[in-house]
C-alpha cells in the first residue's frame, strides 16, 4: 500500500470496525435445535465471517469478528470462551472456572466442562463440530475431521463425559455441518483407517456416518445429525475441498 492510498483498502473504516464490534454473529448461525435446559449450541455462517485464526484474512478482521462473538456470548451469560490450535488428535482439555476471556490452547481438539458461563469453540471446514451435552450440565465440544474420528475423538470426548457421571447413555450426541458422503473423495488409505477395510480405488465416504457408528457402538442414545453438507450448501457455510480459506465456528455454551 503507497503512502496515498486509503487505510480502508487494508482492514475497513472505524465505523466499520465498530459496527463489526457490535455485530451478532449468532443471529445468522445454525443452531442444534435438540439442546435442553441452559445449553446452547450453533455452528456459524459464511454470512458471519471466518473465524480462521491461521488464514491469510487481515489479522484485525479475525479479531474484530471474535470480539463481536465475545460480546454476543456475553449477553447470553457467557464469560469465558476456549479454543485451541487443533492437530486432528484426540486430546481432550476439561477447563475449569477462576478465569475469564478468551482462551486459545495448542493441540487440543476437544474441550469438556461442567462450570456455566464457559463457552467451548472449535474451527470447522469440512470436518465435524461434534457437540456433547448432558443434563446434569456438563459439555463438550470436538473437532473431528476423518483423523480425528479414525484417531477415537468420539471415544476420548464419551470417556471424558463418563469421567463427569455422564454416560454415554445419557448423552446427548449432534454431529453438526460436514462435508457429506457425496462430495468427499478420499484415497484408499483414509477408507481403510475408517473402516478397515483398504480398497483398491479411490472411494467416496460419508464421516458423520463413520461417527454415527462409533457412538450406537458406545450406546448413545440420543444422536442427531445436522442435515447440512459444507460442500453442497456452499453459500451458507465454508468448505475447504472447495477452495474456501474461511473457517466457521461450531460453540457450545453452558448459560448461567
Do not use: K
Amino acid at each position: 500500500m503507497s503512502a496515498n492510498d486509503p487505510a480502508t483498502s487494508v482492514c475497513g473504516s472505524v465505523d466499520d470496525t465498530a459496527r463489526n464490534f457490535q455485530s451478532d454473529p449468532l443471529a445468522s448461525a445454525h443452531p442444534v435445535p435438540e439442546m435442553i435446559g441452559n445449553i446452547f449450541a450453533c455452528t456459524t455462517s459464511r454470512s458471519a465471517g471466518s473465524f480462521g485464526w491461521m488464514s491469510a484474512q487481515p489479522v484485525v478482521d479475525v479479531m474484530t469478528r471474535w470480539i463481536g462473538l465475545a460480546n454476543a456470548l456475553h449477553a447470553r451469560g457467557v464469560q469465558r470462551i476456549a479454543t485451541a490450535t487443533q492437530v486432528h488428535g484426540a486430546e481432550i482439555v476439561r477447563h475449569g472456572g477462576g478465569w475469564v476471556g478468551t482462551l486459545r490452547l495448542h493441540g487440543f481438539d476437544g474441550h469438556i466442562t461442567s462450570i456455566p458461563g464457559t463457552a467451548l469453540t472449535v474451527t470447522v471446514a469440512d470436518c465435524t463440530p461434534v457437540f456433547l451435552s448432558h443434563p446434569r450440565g456438563v459439555i463438550a465440544a470436538l473437532h473431528a475431521g476423518w483423523r480425528g474420528a479414525a484417531s477415537g475423538i468420539l471415544d476420548a470426548g464419551l470417556d471424558a463425559m463418563a469421567s463427569l457421571d455422564c454416560p454415554p447413555s445419557e448423552c446427548h450426541v449432534h454431529l453438526g455441518p460436514s462435508i457429506c458422503g457425496n462430495c468427499y473423495e478420499v484415497g484408499p488409505e483414509v477408507v481403510e483407517a475408517l473402516t478397515g477395510t483398504r480398497p483398491s480405488r479411490h472411494q467416496y465416504i460419508d464421516v458423520r456416518a463413520v461417527l454415527a457408528r462409533q457412538a450406537d457402538r458406545r450406546g448413545v442414545q440420543n444422536l442427531s445429525v445436522s442435515a447440512l453438507c459444507t460442500r453442497c450448501h456452499g453459500d451458507q457455510l465454508y468448505s475447504h475441498r472447495a477452495g474456501d480459506e474461511g473457517r466457521q465456528l461450531g460453540i457450545i455454551a453452558l448459560l448461567v
